[in-house]
């Protein structure tokens, strides 16, 4: 039985206001869930800094060397192949791709100039950042995970034992340290492979190649991506950290912690670079 044209009138009156209602509920709840991850992580990493800082002022708190040698060889002596391979693949790409532009302005050794800055500055720290949280990123949040899932962490705080002192601080230390490593690392295979694309392909004299990276580049360039290297490692061992401490849903949640490490990773580093890119432009450096 088809409704009259009131009823159909009343109906559109009181539906669009629920619709309106249950769209500005949502969002509400979106914003306030953002809100209670920002503020959980914020609070994570303010409790892993207030460690180290009685762990370096000598103020009872001990965090042991052997769990930030582990750490650090787990997630920064492991990485080193892969991240050396990806940026000298960087280097290439990016020597093969300037060359034709600067080549019709006559400014092909220009290159290298421009392949080491972008390497530096931005590539270098970025792109091992992204390989990182991959590699040891969701493996963090995977172990944690499934230490809240099997009680670890209970048993731990059961014995008056402090899980931020002995599981999170060890691998935000290391991963922060060894990101900068690897940037180190990182900076040199890039630039290398800028170097065998400019000099056995472009025909670019080495010495040429050599002396125009080194006037092309200052310390600030350096400094500059060291200085994010070390930023994106806090980043990805926080969220890392985070997601496998907040695992809830058995063997299910943990998996959905790992990827959802990744992808929150991804997207904070890559907005983070974006922060401080700006920054560095305004400041001049």
Known sequence: MSSSPEQSSTNFWRRWPEAVGGGVRARAASIRGAVEYTGGLTRLVGAVLNRVLCWILRRGVRIRFEALAAQAVRVGVRSIPIVILVQIFIGIILALNLAPTLKLYG?????????????????????????????????????????????????????????????????????????????????????????????????????????????????????????????????????????????RGGAEGVGRATTTTVVKSIVALIGADCVFTAIFYVMGW
Do not use: W
């Open 107 to 247: 400014q092909l050794e220009r290159t290298a100039d421009v392949v080491a800055i972008a390497i530096l500055r931005e590539l270098g720290p970025l792109i091992s950042a992204i390989i990182l949280s991959g590699f040891a990123g969701a493996s963090i949040a995977a172990e944690l995970g499934t230490m809240v899932e099997g009680e670890e962490i209970k048993a731990l705080r059961a014995h008056a034992l402090d899980p931020i002192r002995f599981l999170v601080a060890p691998r935000i230390i290391a991963t922060t340290v060894m990101l900068v490593g690897l940037t180190v690392l990182a900076n040199v295979a890039g630039v290398f492979g800028g170097f065998l694309t400019g000099t056995l392909i472009l025909d670019i004299a080495p010495q040429v190649y050599f002396d125009s990276t080194l006037a092309a580049v200052d310390l600030t360039d350096y400094y500059t991506g060291l200085f994010k290297g070390g930023i994106f490692g806090l980043i990805i061992a926080s969220l890392a950290c985070y997601e496998g401490l907040n695992v």
